[in-house]
C-alpha cells in the first residue's frame, strides 16, 4: 500500500501561484510513477501532468502546458504541481496519484493509489 497526502490547495485570484504537494509513505517511492489529476463540480475527472520514476519525462495536458510543472524529490518522497497563471477555468479538486512501474500514462484507471485530494480556486 502506498498513502498519498496532498497539501498547497487554496483561494487566489487569476493570474496567481499556487504550489501543490504531495507526500507518500508506504513503499518505494521511486517504484512508482506520479500523477496530478483534477476534477471539477460537474465534469468528469482530467488528467493534468505526470512524472517518471526517475523524473526525467513529464507530460501535461495542453492546458496547462508553459504554466504548470510537475516535479518529484525521491530522497524526500514527494511530488509537486507548481502552478502558476493560474485561471478560474483551473478551479477543481486536485488529486496525486501513483501507478507502479515504469510506464507514464495518462489514462486515470491505471493509477493504483490516489490522495484525498487538495482544493484549488481560483477567482476572476
Known amino acids: 500500500q502506498v498513502q498519498l497526502v496532498e497539501s498547497g490547495g487554496g483561494l487566489v485570484q487569476a493570474g496567481g501561484s499556487l504550489r501543490l504537494s504531495c507526500a507518500a509513505s508506504?513503499?518505494?517511492?521511486?517504484?512508482?510513477?506520479m500523477g496530478w489529476f483534477r476534477q471539477a463540480p460537474g465534469k468528469e475527472r482530467e488528467f493534468v501532468a505526470t512524472?517518471?520514476?526517475?523524473?526525467?519525462?513529464?507530460y501535461y495536458v495542453d492546458s496547462v502546458k508553459g504554466r504548470f510543472t510537475i516535479s518529484r524529490d525521491n530522497a524526500k518522497n514527494t511530488v509537486s504541481l507548481q502552478m502558476n497563471s493560474l485561471k478560474p477555468e483551473d478551479t477543481a479538486l486536485y488529486y496525486c496519484?501513483?501507478?507502479?512501474?515504469?510506464?507514464?500514462?495518462?489514462?486515470?484507471?491505471?493509477?493504483?493509489?490516489w490522495g484525498q485530494g487538495t482544493q484549488v480556486t481560483v477567482s476572476s
Open positions: 508506504g513503499r518505494t517511492f521511486t517504484n512508482y510513477a
Open positions: 512524472i517518471s520514476q526517475n523524473g526525467r519525462s513529464t
Open positions: 496519484a501513483a501507478r507502479d512501474g515504469v510506464v507514464v500514462t495518462t489514462v486515470d484507471k491505471e493509477y493504483d493509489y
